[in-house]
């Protein structure tokens, strides 16, 4: 099974700040199958990539993605109110899928 | 607009049933493979069950394997998952969740959830 390890756990930061999330495998990716997903207080979690780098529908462009085998990030470049969530990553690369713990982003 | 509602939580004692509908709307469901996640209480995502769009494979995670079933009827649109001999560690929000595709396994809309709690 591939564990991936979400860093940190918690990230304290102010409205207009640069978030940077780090997504790290117990084993490489295969074919760099990586998923991020946002989850809002209350709400069900919402895809923002996939492939590692692929930005799903809607998704603004303050937010990127990028990496490969088992090193992946997720940076925002400047919180909006509306980012202050938990965000996970998952692969889809081999079975059994699993997510990573999750990434609080919480105000500062 | 893709909708996908679930239906059929609650609250069931240790070892008892119970049976999550999900009705999905907006799309073409027999062109897409569908999955269930989970969330337990104040904790991370956990992948459940997925079902091909003809319903001919199945997966599931070792911890439902011989427990849970998923099913689909695509004539109603609709996706199952019937839940036996449930444990305490099964309280969760189950979420119901289109693929990105045939088989992808990556998650592109998820239902706003339902609730199963297992206590006695």
């Known amino acids: 099974e591939i564990v991936l390890t979400q860093s940190p756990g918690t990230l304290s930061l102010s409205p207009g700040e640069r978030a940077t999330l780090s997504c790290r495998a117990s084993?490489?990716?295969?074919?760099?199958?990586l998923a991020w997903y946002q989850q809002n207080l209350g709400q069900a979690p919402r895809l923002l990539f996939y492939?590692?780098?692929r930005r799903a529908t809607g998704i603004p462009d303050r937010f990127s993605a990028s990496g490969s085998g088992t090193d992946f990030t997720l940076i925002i470049s400047r919180l909006e109110p509306e980012d202050f969530a938990v965000f996970y990553c998952?692969?889809?690369?081999?079975?059994?899928?699993?997510f990573g713990q999750g990434t609080r982003v919480e105000i500062k | 607009e893709v909708q996908l509602v679930e239906s059929g939580g609650g609250l069931v004692q240790p070892g008892g049933s119970l049976q999550l509908s999900c009705s999905a709307s907006?799309?073409?469901?027999?062109?897409?493979?569908m999955h269930w996640v989970r969330q337990a209480p104040g904790k991370g995502l956990e992948y459940v069950s997925g079902?091909?769009?003809?319903?001919?494979?199945?997966?599931?995670a070792d911890s439902v394997k011989g427990r849970f079933i998923i099913s689909r009827d695509n004539f109603k649109n609709t996706l199952y998952l019937q839940m036996s001999s449930l444990r305490p560690e099964d309280t969760a929000v189950y979420y119901c969740?289109?693929?990105f595709g045939t088989g992808w396994y990556f998650f592109d809309f998820w239902g706003q959830g339902a609730l199963v709690t297992v206590s006695s």
């Open positions: 079902i091909i769009p003809s319903g001919g494979s199945r997966y599931y």
């Open positions: 907006g799309f073409t469901f027999s062109s897409f493979a």
């Open positions: 969740v289109r693929d």
């Open positions: 084993q490489s990716v295969s074919s760099d199958y």
């Open positions: 492939a590692a780098s």
């Open positions: 998952q692969q889809y690369g081999r079975s059994p899928w699993t």
